[in-house]
């Protein structure tokens, strides 16, 4: 797809222009760059890239393998199909010397430990994440969708479908019945019951996530959090942070919260954090759910099952990234990044994506065709 293309080629300018420039010592990028040591200038170098399995990472990884040996580097490329595999692939290329990982990730949760637990000596190679964040400490930079954003996206649009008006006074004075963060079970359990007493009234919400979950959840929190403290909204599992929300099933954490938490209660709404989770998780609850109106449902990701699943009133609405804006973002960011101290990570904006605006955002733009039978192809 040429949009992914051009996220590759960006990725190749990033670290071109990172790693001829001046010596490079740190940066803040995914995370802590802390006790960082400074890079040689060496002009020819081993970049070790570690992509999924999924057509466009595959694609995305030759793309970027075959513009790096032409400028004379040596790469090793891996894809993977499990979080085990990612996993010995990064720990096999810093032991093959890599001066640069690219990493998209299968796993955050899991890449983010590896990264953090190799036992080699890793603070001389600069480390990309790709796609999605990782947010571990030896990170030096991220390439992707601003999943901050998308969060805070995906919240907003379920506090207006419900009408709510933002609390009047200090969310610190309201009291603790709203605040759902006091019934949050130990380590994100959904059938943990909820002990704190949930205002009646109040809209029902959950949160799942995959990779990027850390900074997805952060953002839809900071917007939620006042609701929820004023006792608007609640969050009956409480599961209110990135590791709390992480699933790499989507339909059957949906089917796990319907059963344990809601065949009694409404569910207001369900956000889905992570790339392409809406789908799975919408239909697991058009067969699961038994309340008196469907929830609410958002997401990530402009897969044609999202689109389609829009269109069908399953979905109501997501976030999608125009990756054509990457290589100005990338260019920019990079423009002060002599040396990792000062790297900036390349986000790129979010589009919220409803029935109002789907054809002016999706099918105009010639990023889909929707054919005569009224399936949605997606184009490039």
Not at 119 to 147: E, F, K, L
Request: hydrophobic share 40%; net charge negative; proline share 4%.
């Amino acid at each position: 797809m040429i949009r992914r293309i051009f996220s590759v080629i960006l990725v190749f300018a990033l670290m071109m222009a990172m790693l001829m420039g001046c010596s490079q010592s740190g940066s803040d990028g995914d995370g802590s760059a802390e006790g960082k040591k400074p890079r040689s200038n060496a002009a020819m170098i081993m970049v070790g890239i570690s992509m999924t399995k999924e057509d466009e990472s595959t694609k995305a990884g030759e793309t970027l393998k075959t513009a790096l040996e032409e400028a004379g580097h040596t790469v090793e490329l891996a894809y993977a199909d499990s979080a085990a595999a990612q996993t010995m692939q990064i720990s096999a290329m810093v032991e093959d010397g890599a001066s640069v990982l690219v990493v998209d990730p299968l796993n955050s949760k899991e890449v983010k430990k590896t990264l953090q637990s190799i036992t080699v000596d890793v603070s001389d190679v600069m480390v990309i994440s790709y796609g999605s964040p990782i947010g571990a400490s030896t990170v030096d930079g991220y390439v992707g969708p601003d999943y901050y954003t998308m969060g805070q996206q995906q919240a907003q649009h379920v506090i207006e479908q419900f009408g709510l008006k933002a609390p009047q006074s200090d969310p610190a004075d309201q009291p603790a019945q709203g605040d759902a963060s006091a019934s949050a079970p130990a380590k994100g359990d959904a059938s943990a019951p909820a002990e704190a007493v949930i205002n009646e009234d109040a809209v029902t919400v959950e949160l799942i996530a995959g990779n990027g979950a850390d900074k997805a959840v952060e953002g839809a929190m900071s917007v939620l959090k006042p609701y929820i403290d004023a006792g608007l909204v609640a969050v009956p599992s409480g599961n209110l942070t990135g590791d709390a929300c992480f699933t790499d099933d989507p339909a059957a954490r949906a089917k796990e919260l319907c059963s344990q938490l809601y065949t009694e209660r409404e569910l207001g709404a369900l956000l889905c954090l992570g790339k392409d989770q809406a789908a799975a998780a919408s239909d697991a609850l058009l067969a699961s759910y038994r309340g008196s109106a469907f929830p609410v449902i958002t997401g990530y990701g402009d897969s044609p099952e999202a689109l389609q699943h829009l269109t069908r009133h399953l979905v109501s609405m997501f976030s999608v990234s125009d990756t054509s804006k990457l290589p100005q973002l990338a260019i920019e960011a990079v423009a002060t990044a002599t040396d990792r101290t000062n790297m900036e990570d390349v986000l790129l904006d979010c589009t919220a994506v409803t029935l109002k605006n789907y054809k002016e955002v999706l099918l105009e733009t010639g990023l889909y065709t929707q054919a005569d039978n009224g399936s949605f192809v997606k184009n490039g």
